[in-house]
């Protein structure tokens, strides 16, 4: 455990609302008050619930997003999540978020990113690289500090309509400079059309923007087969798919985001012995673990490579290569992956 503690991780699946620690949570919840729109006591037992099923997550969304979403809130969740990546060794975090609009609180897409962007100045536990600058200065020029690469990933949601799923990614290609590298869809996967989605997709390809979808949360081959048909340049979960569309998915080779404790506890793979990154590890298929939602789930990246250690039997020399083979699959550019692979390099004297 400590040694997976101290391997230097790489994380590309980390939704911002989803990783808002516990304490902060129910903080929240205390100064929210009672309001008619949300009862302290019935938001308390929903917390003790989370993350049991996929049903509970988005209904404990639903209470995140009227808790957090206010420009001073955004600023502290994203500073919160990323001092706690870094905590865990994490090297590079791709943060993916959704830009919300809350006209009561005079918040836009846009200002609601600012607000993220201000988080990741508000850092101090750590140096922070955003778009190959440091945002936070070397205290008294100690150069042993850590270091963090952050990165920014805009989320579509699935029940969005087509033109605000344009105007996230026209928000992304503007904030291009300032560390957003790409697009997420993700949202409830009981809800909305492949086909609303799929233009604000297209779209991201014509601007250059790489994009991750999440797939196969839900038995439902006919979106599973458009996702695949799209060729993204990742996917996350895949969990639930027809055999054929599994042998397409290996065929395409493209990068998984694995999320074991995520799909354990929201019971999409009934038994972590029976998960797929078991097969795809085997068949050498680009492949990442991931967190998912830190605080939903109540996990890290370290516990993550841990469970996939002793499940699976893995050796430090394995865990070693799969931590560094996610430089591979990251949306930043070569001189980050340049970056990271040094501090591979040099990491692998020091705990191989
Ligand atoms: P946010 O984008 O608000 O920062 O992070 C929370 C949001 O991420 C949720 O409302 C949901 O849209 C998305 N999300 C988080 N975890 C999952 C997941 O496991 N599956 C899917 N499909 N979406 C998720």
Redesign the pocket.
Known sequence: RQWCHELPKVELHA????SIRDSTLLELVKNHGDNGVLISKDVEQMILEKGTSLRK?FEL?AV??VLATDHETVKRITKEAVEDFAADNCIYLEL???PKKNEAKGMTKRSYMDAVIDGLKAVDTVDVDLCGCELTNKKNGDWRRKKIFVRLLL?I?RSEATSAAIETVNLAMEMKEMGVVGIDL????TVGQWDTVLPALEHARKLGLPVTL?CG?VRNSKEIQAMLDFNPQRLGHVCLLAEEDWERLKSLMIPVEICLT?NIM?QTIPLIEYHHFADLYKSKHPLSLCT??TGLFSTTLSNEYYKAAVTFGLGKEEMFKLAQEAVDFVFANEDVKKHLAQNYEEAKARIL
């Open positions: 939704h911002l609302n989803g997550c969304f995140y997003h993916r978020t959704t989320s949601n993700s949202g409830d996967p999440h949360e995520s929201t998912d939602d």
